[in-house]
């Protein structure tokens, strides 16, 4: 059983900068294909980028591509999630989680293990 805890979350004007992380336990996220995730008030959560199990490959949402990286530390069993650019349609909780295939996947039906989130506030 994978836990999963993301931190870094917080409040910062538009155009600014933060760095979610997401701490694995019981399992190593070399193992696993990483996503996140996000949930604005009264949307559906929804995909914002994956990395492979290889950290071979990244893959966006167009919503924040060339805005966020994704980079995974099998070292220190994490991932990071840097948000650059930040605008206040980015406001949401966001969501670590982890997929036992090689290459992950945009559907949040496809995670094996979620985080509880952390809470992405961004103020115009």
């Known amino acids: 059983q994978v836990q999963l805890v993301e931190s870094g979350g917080g409040l910062v004007q538009a155009g600014g900068s933060l760095r979610l992380s997401c701490a694995a336990s019981?399992?190593?996220?070399?193992?696993?294909?990483m996503g996140w995730f996000r949930q604005a008030p009264g949307k559906e959560r929804e995909f914002v980028g994956a990395?492979?199990?290889?950290?071979?490959?990244?893959y966006y949402a167009d919503s924040v591509k060339g805005r966020f990286t994704i980079s995974k530390d099998n070292a220190e069993n994490t991932v990071y999630l840097q948000m650059n650019s930040l605008k206040p349609l980015d406001t949401a909780v966001y969501y670590c989680a982890a997929d036992s295939s090689s290459f992950g996947s945009r559907a949040p039906r496809a995670m094996d293990y979620w985080g509880k989130g952390t809470l992405v506030t961004v103020s115009s």
């Open positions: 019981g399992g190593t996220v070399s193992r696993y294909s």
């Open positions: 990395i492979t199990k290889s950290s071979s490959y990244t």
